[in-house]
């Protein structure tokens, strides 16, 4: 599904280029769950960016499904990234200004779902996560495990085959964790790509491959 072939991403220096990735190789198949760890600064999310289509600034081979992303036009680029990624973020990202039922619709809009479909939709996705009761409540009214949540459910509105998450426990609490990484499972069991950066060695588990990176490198890849 995902090929990345000498992955390089530089700052280019006064006197040198200093590397965030360096020579990245990286095959993920559809139905993977992995885990990229690593210290901070290894370049977890820099990765993550550019398999999300957030970054373009990158040397090296990308194919999605075979395509090279790099030579795509940047509409069908879009129209990939709307289509096949849900991102998560450790900060949740929700827009405070909107409540639950709307954070979840706002990718929806933008895929202009029409109004009946995206109620269905947000209604299956509410129900799911038990948060009905909770729809018209604003972001700070929730906990972070809560938050966390909706920002899933909106991740996955759209039904993206690929979920990419960002620290997605960072902020929370170990029972909190512990859930968000349970429906992270069931949502690789129903067959969704996912790739979550982490800290956390106890969210690995969940998974079925790491890949540990070190200064920009993978240094070791190994199958759970
Ligand atoms: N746009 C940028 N300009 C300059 N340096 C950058 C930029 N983006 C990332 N870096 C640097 O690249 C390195 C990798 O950053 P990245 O955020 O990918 O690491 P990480 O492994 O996700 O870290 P963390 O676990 O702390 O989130 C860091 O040293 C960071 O400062």
Do not use: C, W
Request: aromatic share 8%.
């Amino acid at each position: 599904m995902i090929q990345l072939s000498n992955i390089d991403k530089f700052i280019e220096g006064r006197f040198q280029r200093s590397f965030i990735l360096k020579g990245i190789n990286l095959t993920i198949s559809s139905g993977d769950f992995v885990t990229l760890m690593g210290p901070s600064g290894a370049g977890k999310s820099s990765l993550l960016n550019i398999i999300g289509l957030l970054d373009e600034d990158f040397e090296g081979e990308y194919l999605f499904e075979n395509q090279l992303i790099q030579t795509m036009k940047s509409k069908q680029k879009s129209a990939l990234h709307k289509s096949e990624f849900g991102h998560i973020f450790q900060a949740y990202h929700l827009i405070d200004e909107l409540t639950v039922f709307e954070n979840i619709e706002t990718p929806l809009l933008y895929r202009n779902v029409g109004t009946a479909e995206r109620k269905s939709i947000i209604a299956e996705l509410l129900d799911r996560f038990q948060m009905v009761a909770k729809k018209d409540l604003f972001p700070e009214q929730l906990s972070g495990g809560q938050q966390q949540m909706v920002g899933i459910a909106r991740a996955i509105a759209g039904k993206p085959r690929v979920l990419l998450a960002d620290e997605p426990t960072g902020n929370l609490h170990s029972t909190q964790a512990k859930e968000i990484m349970e429906v992270f499972r069931e949502l690789n069991n129903e067959g969704t790509t996912i790739i979550q950066a982490t800290h956390a060695r106890e969210n690995a588990d969940y998974g079925n491959r790491l890949v540990e990176m070190v200064d920009g490198r993978i240094e070791k890849q190994l199958a759970l």
